[in-house]
């Protein structure tokens, strides 16, 4: 194995030169930076993690924990993506990610006693549960942090716009003349469950239209199988919405199929419209109009937040509120009001 000794010996520079330069201290030539990176490539020499932790002090390693009822994580499509951007953005960086479960040898421990037995510089939290013990003790600790997809105070956050993009939807829905809109909303328990639905209400009331109680249908955490449920459930209704904004692709791909498998199609019989924009839903017959979630943004965003939170060694507390917007495609129809 290649060393830093053998980096000297080859150029003739001393094991400190070689050292500034493997770590980029500026105080070092052009020359000198030339000669020994060349040295570094033609030797083949790897810098181990131990040694670069020790001379930097810090284990460039970025704790990852998912923090949601629905057991998804990173299987999520939307969790997926945000964690991918934010992976390519802290690689850039020279950060290594670690997924953490509560379990060290078998024993449960709490997110922060996982994070401080592996040393990690920084934790990026995925959480839409709005109450959670483990979440608030992280928060509390002095390791760097931001969540994605919460809001919350004394931490740095990053999320969509959530009521704007539940006002995109019933406006689009309106604009095609449906007055009759129904709501499949996610968990209460979740932060976005509980925020699109207050903006669906918000603009049923701002555009003069009535939520029939039986209209609103709990989806549950955000699955295939909740939402087709729900519209199982919906079906039965005698007087049926001729539109339904759903609060997560994933449970308007489930209701598609419910209204399918009752022999009725979208968006002849019902337009259908989600949140997320998750990748299958262009591909599907018909495609999904729905509100995207700018995955790349959130991603980046977070790593940058949390990069700045290391790099300055000390938590910050900022709110970064990401835009959405509508995606049209085919499972949405305009309608014509029945002339008396």
């Known amino acids: 194995m290649v060393t830093i000794y053998d980096i000297a010996k080859k150029t003739g520079y001393s094991i400190s030169t070689v050292s500034k330069v493997l770590n980029h201290y500026s105080d070092v030539g052009d020359k000198a930076k030339k000669i020994i990176n060349e040295a570094v490539d033609e030797l083949g020499y790897f810098p181990s993690s131990s040694a670069r932790t020790l001379s930097t002090k810090r284990s460039w390693t970025i704790g990852v924990v998912f923090v949601e009822d629905s057991g998804i994580g990173i299987e999520h499509p939307f969790f997926n993506a945000v964690i991918e951007s934010f992976k390519k953005s802290a690689e850039k960086e020279g950060y290594d990610l670690l997924f953490a479960s509560n379990n060290i040898g078998n024993e449960p421990k709490t997110y922060v006693d996982h994070f ?87 603009a049923m009331k701002k555009n003069k239209l009535t939520v029939p109680e039986e209209y609103l249908i709990d989806g549950g955490v955000f699955t295939y199988e909740g939402g087709k449920k729900a519209m199982e459930q919906m079906l039965k209704l005698k007087d049926l919405p001729t539109a339904v904004y759903v609060a997560g692709d994933l449970m308007a791909i489930g209701a598609i199929a419910a209204i399918q498998e009752a022999g009725l199609k979208v968006p002849d019989d019902f337009s259908i419209i989600g949140f997320d924009d998750i990748q299958i839903g262009r591909y599907m017959t018909p495609g999904l109009t729905t509100i995207r979630q700018e995955t790349t943004l959130i991603g980046k965003t977070a790593a940058t937040l949390l990069i700045e939170q290391i790099n300055a060694k000390e938590k910050q507390s900022m709110s970064v509120k990401i835009p959405v917007r509508l995606i049209e495609r085919t499972s949405c129809k305009a309608i014509m009001e029945m002339v008396e």
């Open 116 to 202: 401080r037995y592996r040393g990690v510089d920084g934790v990026v939290v995925v959480c839409s549960t709005l109450n959670s013990p483990d979440m608030d003790r992280l928060m509390e600790s002095d390791i760097p942090s931001v969540v994605i997809d919460l809001d919350m105070r004394g931490a740095n956050v990053v999320y969509s716009d959530n009521l704007l993009g539940s006002e995109l939807a019933v406006d689009y829905l309106y604009s095609l003349g449906h007055k009759k809109i129904a709501h499949i909303y996610g968990s209460k328990t979740l932060f976005v469950g509980e925020q699109r639905l207050e903006g669906f209400i918000s």
